[in-house]
């Protein structure tokens, strides 16, 4: 698994989405000799099973009578490894152009990383859209996102000598807390209780910095913000027994962690209803020839959100994928159990 | 933003009420705006089930009732409180990831409706997530 840098690459597929879902399809398209490249806004494999309940119990997956949404990812990535798929992780598909004809379709992607992929064949498996963080309910405070509440990190010169403002209580909060303090004039961690649903290490760690007078701890929510043109000026702290105190700021980090929303997948062009990609259930592809939907975003009459529904939707995208990519090639329809073909390609026979 | 239908994995994985104690309550739902919503919840299923198979708003339930989301939070009226219970350690963490958590705050994926909750009230607030 590799981290191509160039500025262009060149694939069978690119599959949207790392989740159950996309990882299965890679196996299939695998055995019909296709090689796919797989973006995810994650930084890593598993798409809900490991943002959403890594350590849960999973009792519906054929022949598994329970595996933890991490474990099913781990099984997942053991099993496509063969094929040597290739990640881009904490990227996010923007656009979506379609070059092809009918017959033979070609595609050109984008993501906000800037890199551009060349496929024939996209599939779309990108669950309940990308997650993205939550964005708490202050009034007007979509006007100073990007340029002084961040719900991420990118630069971190941007925090110094600011006075910051960071509300929450698992790792993210605690984890910036910790690294922008060093740097910042002055830190205000807010969290609605004294209790941390974070590393033990790094809340010891914060605890000891507000033991030290270097960074301030309140109990309390941010229900307000002041400020001019997109500059944050000041944040009011709602503590919990009602009574309100202004936080002098010029940057705020509000981490309530992540929700999923559609995102660009509603600019490609697409039919959707509620939200959902239309596919037949032959060959599971969408209103567009070549693009295809596996997993929970797509829909078609008697849809079951289930794990297993996106393995067999995948298996059966990939045999139309083959169609397009070996439009002269006969499919043959083969077993792993018996095919000595297929265990070649698996690394077994 | 997207929400699960889990209208047909509830009725796939559907709760199979037993015989004898009553197997169905009343359960209202109040949104924000204060409209009020009464519906029947089925005894062993969730409060947040019974919500998303009867249409209601302002719970999104993105993790389908793993309490890993927070997308499903509603405020216990107070005179139910004590019924419901309070929320377990785990619920308590992932209600850091709602947003304004009053004391009298829980996630519904982990109320389950049983006989002595008929005519429960719970207020859903105006966003989840």
């Given at each position: 698994m590799s981290h191509p840098n160039a500025a262009e690459i060149n694939t069978d597929v690119v599959i949207i989405g790392a989740g159950p879902a996309g990882l299965f399809t890679v196996f299939e398209l695998g055995l019909l000799d296709i090689k796919a490249h797989i973006i995810d806004i994650l930084p890593r494999a598993g798409g809900q099973c490991s943002e959403l309940y890594p350590e849960k119990p999973i009792y519906d997956i054929p022949g598994l009578p329970l595996v933890t949404g991490q474990g099913l990812t781990d099984n997942l990535l053991q099993q496509i490894d063969p094929f040597g798929p290739t990640f881009h992780f904490n990227e996010m598909v923007e656009t979506l152009a379609s070059l092809g004809t009918e017959q033979a379709p070609a595609f050109r992607l984008t993501t906000d990383a800037g890199k551009i992929f060349n496929a024939k064949v996209v599939i779309v498996a990108a669950g309940g859209g990308s997650f993205q963080p939550k964005k708490p309910p202050i009034p007007e405070i979509d006007q100073y996102?990007?340029?002084?509440?961040?719900?991420?990190?990118?630069?971190?010169?941007?925090?110094?000598?600011?006075?910051?403002?960071?509300?929450?209580?698992?790792?993210?909060?605690?984890?910036?807390?910790?690294?922008?303090?060093?740097?910042?004039?002055?830190?205000?961690?807010?969290?609605?209780?004294?209790?941390?649903?974070?590393?033990?290490?790094?809340?010891?760690?914060?605890?000891?910095?507000?033991?030290?007078?270097?960074?301030?701890?309140?109990?309390?929510?941010?229900?307000?913000?002041?400020?001019?043109?997109?500059?944050?000026?000041?944040?009011?702290?709602?503590?919990?027994?009602?009574?309100?105190?202004?936080?002098?700021?010029?940057?705020?980090?509000?981490?309530?962690?992540?929700?999923?929303?559609?995102?660009?997948?509603?600019?490609?062009?697409?039919?959707?209803?509620?939200?959902?990609?239309?596919?037949?259930?032959?060959?599971?592809?969408?209103?567009h020839p070549g693009i295809f939907a596996v997993g929970d975003i797509n829909s078609y009459p008697g849809k079951l959100k289930l794990i297993l529904s996106g393995f067999h939707e995948g298996a059966l995208a990939a045999q139309k994928a083959h169609r397009y990519i070996y439009p002269d090639k006969k499919l043959l329809f083969q077993y792993t159990t018996s095919s000595t073909n297929l265990q070649k390609k698996l690394g077994v026979s | 933003m997207v929400k699960i239908n889990f209208r047909d994995t509830a009725a796939y994985y559907g709760a199979e009420p037993g015989g004898g104690a009553p197997t169905k309550v009343k359960i209202t739902f109040v949104d924000s705006h204060g409209q009020a919503r009464t519906v029947e919840g089925e005894v062993g299923s969730t409060v947040m089930e019974t919500a998303r198979r009867n249409d209601i708003p302002e719970i999104a339930a993105e993790c389908g009732g793993a309490c890993a989301c927070a997308t499903c939070h509603v405020y216990v009226d107070s005179a139910w409180s004590e019924k419901t219970g309070k929320a377990s350690q785990m619920e308590e963490d992932m209600l850091d990831f709602a947003f304004d958590v009053q004391p009298n705050s829980r996630l519904c994926c982990q109320i389950t409706v049983r006989p002595e909750l008929d005519g429960l009230i719970v207020k859903t607030p105006s966003q989840q997530g």
């Open positions: 996102e990007g340029k002084s509440v961040f719900y991420a990190v990118r630069q971190m010169e941007d925090f110094r000598d600011k006075d910051v403002v960071i509300v929450g209580g698992g790792d993210s909060a605690l984890d910036w807390t910790l690294n922008l303090e060093p740097i910042a004039k002055s830190l205000t961690l807010v969290h609605r209780r004294d209790a941390f649903r974070a590393a033990p290490h790094s809340v010891s760690a914060m605890q000891e910095l507000v033991a030290k007078g270097k960074i301030a701890f309140k109990l309390g929510q941010i229900t307000q913000v002041e400020g001019n043109e997109g500059q944050l000026a000041a944040a009011m702290l709602k503590t919990n027994d009602g009574t309100i105190e202004k936080l002098s700021c010029q940057r705020l980090m509000p981490f309530f962690g992540l929700t999923m929303k559609l995102g660009p997948v509603a600019d490609w062009g697409l039919n959707l209803n509620e939200n959902l990609v239309p596919v037949d259930t032959e060959k599971f592809e969408t209103s | -």
